[in-house]
């Protein structure tokens, strides 16, 4: 079984892989240290098996999960420190689980049972039980923000209905601030999400504030046209107009 591990913590994917070294049925193919690389490498990788860590920063478990295809959902061994939701869900579900710290004989047994499902490939009880997992934990979430956990400028990371959505830079089109929330504009739909725009301008170089209450992309900028008493249009290529002010003029590059 093709397997990858997604933790967090560094000692605890050690111990994964120790454990899973004296298994001559179990070949690694990798492990990822946080939720964004998880999503990443389960995607490109296709394991057959991972053992996935819940409580991770930014992203965790139950997102990573979310943000995969159900057509490459692989067997899931998912270990947690106490966690009374995780672990109630769990139980609901009959899905089985890791509690750190655990034994290896617990170990043995959470493999034994991935391999049982394993050997009955088209058995479909697990993939409806990780469905089911997964509404149960989407409708309880109510919370939608930006994640700032990605060094790429190309790119930005956001939670919205309890799923990850990579965005490339270049489908936003600009950003509205909405008090504590913003909303990302891309071609033919928008997400809103809790952030800051000083938090994002900060970050991408291209976002640029023309307006207290409007970030644009300065990738999709077709020209600026004078308006009233200083203040100005940015005309985006899919021929959005946003409103500009005077007070934000010398953000824009002299050339626009």
């Not at 397997?3 to 179990?26: N, Y």
């Not at 509690?99 to 959470?110: I, V």
């Not at 499902?117 to 109510?142: A, C, P, V, W």
């Not at 913003?182 to 739909?189: F, G």
Request: charged share 30%; with cysteine; net charge neutral.
């Amino acid at each position: 079984m093709r397997t990858l591990i997604i933790d967090d913590e560094k000692k605890a994917r050690e111990g994964i892989r120790i454990l899973l070294e004296e298994d001559a049925q179990i070949q690694l193919i990798g492990e990822a240290m946080d939720g964004k690389e998880g999503i990443e490498k389960i995607s490109s990788m296709k394991p057959d098996l991972v053992f996935l860590d819940i409580q991770m920063p930014g992203i965790n478990g139950f997102d990573v999960l979310g943000s995969i295809s159900e057509a490459d959902w692989p067997i899931v061994i998912f270990s947690t420190a106490y966690d009374q939701y995780a672990l109630k869900a769990f139980e609901v579900r009959a899905l089985d689980y890791l509690l750190k710290p655990y034994s290896k004989a617990r170990f043995q047994k959470s493999l034994d049972h991935a391999k049982e499902y394993f050997k009955n490939k088209n058995d479909s009880r697990l993939e409806q039980k990780l469905k089911n997992l997964l509404i149960d934990y989407q409708n309880d979430q109510k919370d939608s923000r930006v994640i700032h956990s990605d060094d790429s400028e190309s790119r930005l990371i956001v939670k919205s209905n309890g799923k990850i959505y990579f965005l490339s830079l270049k489908d936003i089109y600009w950003i509205e601030g909405l008090d504590s929330y913003v909303r990302i504009h891309l071609s033919d739909h928008n997400h809103i999400v809790k952030s800051s725009l000083k938090s994002i301008e900060a970050k991408y170089e291209n976002l640029v504030r023309i307006h207290k209450s409007h970030l644009i992309n300065l990738l999709n900028v077709s020209c600026i046209e004078p308006y009233f008493n200083g203040d100005f249009h940015a005309i985006l290529d899919n021929d959005t107009r946003v409103r500009g002010s005077r007070n934000f003029r010398n953000n824009l590059p002299k050339t626009l």
